[in-house]
């Protein structure tokens, strides 16, 4: 792990690092704030030396002006940047930007004191007649994966903590390929923290390496739920391949299997289709020659951002058949469930 200089005038980034040194991390003290990465030449080991790369740095207030993050949620927060694990499909690839290490932020005090500041103040839930009741909501999830982290950092529990002891109208949220939510159990988190867990059929997992076996992480979803906690599933990116009705069909019998006798359940429903931009595209096929991720034309249209950009989305037809198949099945299966979007 590297270290800036500024990041050890933090506690938190001298707790991060004492965790690192109980795991026997190697820890690089460097002199100054400056990342200079030493990377190879070659494209795929470049990738490969960033993605095991974490730096421990101090977000600057530039990062701790929260942004709108629709559907989702109020506003975005981040507990850090980047995340260890090589989904073929990953939306970091689209939004951020050089090589793919992980930093993680060592003014967590600082990020989580600033957000009283929006409290009412977002368009996505404060506004909403339909989601007013969930409060002002804080999406951590949209940089990094924070349960991925959470071994090293101790950042999602210290977040957790704060919205339990804060007596507002708010809602941390935080979705996850990864399982190991053992140290999250037991916080008093006043059911202001809702858990997802982001899942697609095993058949799948072979576009999500690094990342926890699915089986893994509706136990972790279920756990949280008899621990009190509000959850969710991310299904996404939801694929449209051969065999997906049969694939999907099975995934949610297992989460209805995995969430029975839950007592008070509130769980939520994210329906998010697989699309990619030409630029996260150019970035992903760099990154993964190999894989068989589908991200040809066929079946596929062209959509138009609010910000002018292009992204490439499945035709009307194939968004009418997964749209209708979710609806109905998670009727059925999951009837107690709350769709929030679909996209
Ligand atoms: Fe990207 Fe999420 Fe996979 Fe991490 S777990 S590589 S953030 S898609």
């Known amino acids: 792990m590297l270290v800036t200089r500024s990041a050890l005038t933090f506690d938190h980034g001298r707790a991060i690092i004492a965790r690192a040194e109980a795991q026997a991390v190697e820890i690089v003290l460097l002199n100054g704030d400056r990342l200079a990465l030493d990377l190879p030449d070659d494209p795929r080991r470049a990738y490969a030396a960033a993605k095991s790369t974490v730096a421990l740095v101090v977000a600057p207030p530039s990062k701790r002006r929260l942004q709108p993050i629709a559907p989702s949620a109020d506003w975005r927060v981040d507990l850090a940047e980047g995340c260890p ?36 103040q977002g368009s996505v839930t404060s506004r909403s007649r339909d989601r007013a009741h ?18 090293l950092t101790g950042s999602l529990s210290t977040a957790i903590g704060r919205f339990g002891d804060w007596d507002a109208p708010v809602q941390l949220r935080f979705t996850t390929k990864f399982a190991d939510v053992g140290p999250l159990l037991g916080l008093d988190h006043r059911r ?47 694929i449209a391949a051969a065999g997906w009705r049969e694939a999907y069909e099975a995934l949610l019998v297992d989460v209805a299997a995995a969430l029975t006798g839950v007592a008070d359940l509130d769980l939520t429903i994210e329906l998010i289709t697989h699309r990619f931009t030409p630029g996260s595209k150019a970035v992903l096929e760099s990154w993964y020659p190999g894989s068989a991720l589908d991200m040809g034309m066929d079946g596929r249209t062209t ?11 499945y035709d009307t037809p194939t968004m009418r058949s997964l749209r209708a198949f979710f609806e109905e099945r998670l009727a059925a299966l999951l009837p107690s469930a709350w769709i929030l979007y679909w996209t």
């Open 192 to 238: 202001r923290t809702r858990m997802r867990a982001s899942i697609n059929p095993t058949t799948f997992a072979r576009f999500e390496g690094g990342t926890a076996p699915v089986a893994a992480r509706l136990k972790a979803l279920s756990d949280m739920a008899r621990a009190g906690y509000p959850i969710g599933l991310t299904i996404a990116p939801i």
């Open 303 to 313: 959509k138009r951002t609010k910000f002018g950009s292009e992204k490439l989305v």
């Open 134 to 151: 969930e409060g002002t909501t804080f999406e951590a999830s949209c940089y990094t994966d924070p349960l991925a982290l959470e071994p």
């Open 85 to 120: 694990a090589h989904c073929s499909y990953c939306y970091l690839a689209g939004s951020l930007k050089g090589p793919p290490i992980t930093r993680v932020y060592a003014n967590l005090d600082e990020i989580l004191d600033g957000l009283p500041a929006y409290v009412g």
